[in-house]
């Protein structure tokens, strides 16, 4: 099972608290032994722990970003059907570059 971690800081002056992320995400591994990943933009910082099931590459790796890196998502669960939905969204135009349901789940928020 994976682990998502999450800092949201409203005020300037707490800023320096999104550094916490990292501590906070290092936390987690045994949620998730196979992987790490943090990202951080302005008032926001995300973490992700992984337990590679799906798509064990590294391509799978989280946080994921679509193509044009204006939407990032973290994802701890599994999408079962995810491969229902892999033709419409070729069809759309996505080109995907891993096998996992979250870049799925990414494109299909995205698009709808």
């Known amino acids: ?3 998502i971690t999450g800092i949201i800081v409203f005020q300037k002056e707490y800023l320096h608290l999104l550094r916490n992320i990292d501590h906070a995400t290092d936390t ?3 949620r998730g032994p196979d992987g790490r990943g ?11 722990r992984r337990l590679s099931i799906i798509d064990t590459s590294s ?4 946080p994921m970003f ?3 890196k204006r939407y990032s998502i973290v994802f701890n669960g599994e999408f079962f059907n995810y491969r229902d939905h892999i033709q419409e969204l070729v069809n759309d135009g996505v080109n995907f570059i891993s096998h996992t349901d979250t870049e799925v789940l990414l494109y299909l928020l995205i698009k709808y």
Request: net charge negative; hydrophobic share 35%; proline share 0%.
């Open 66 to 68: 679509d193509d044009q």
């Open 59 to 62: 391509l799978g790796a989280q």
């Open 28 to 30: 987690l591994q045994q």
């Open 1 to 3: 099972m994976c682990g």
């Open 38 to 48: 943090t990202y951080l933009n302005n008032n926001l910082a995300l973490g992700q």
